[in-house]
């Protein structure tokens, strides 16, 4: 199994200006604390200026406070905070 992973793609802003999108970025507990998550982003940073994006962008749950904690350690500050909502479109019985 590999230690830690990262998906990163390109996106466009309403600005024009691409950025980064981490996804799916994940250490296993046993290797974390060894800056497995530092090389990771620098991986990805990597690849996003080689495709011409001018930031990076990454979210994470309101409720996983090591994951926000990670990110504020490698540079990454809050932007925005949103509440998602879904609505059924399941066929309602007459």
């Not at 060894?34 to 990454?58: F, H, Q």
Request: charged share 35%; proline share 1%; aromatic share 8%.
């Amino acid at each position: 199994m590999s230690p830690g992973r990262l998906a990163v793609s390109r996106r466009w802003l309403r600005s024009e200006t691409a950025r980064g999108l981490l996804e799916g970025w994940y250490v296993i507990e046993e290797c974390r604390g060894k800056r497995l998550s530092r090389r990771l982003l620098a991986a990805a940073e990597d690849w996003a200026r080689r495709e011409g994006c001018m930031e990076m962008a990454s979210d994470t749950w309101i409720d996983r406070v090591t994951s926000q904690r990670v990110h504020e350690a490698l540079g990454f500050e809050v932007v925005d905070r949103s509440v998602h909502y879904r609505k059924s479109l399941a066929q309602e019985a007459s």
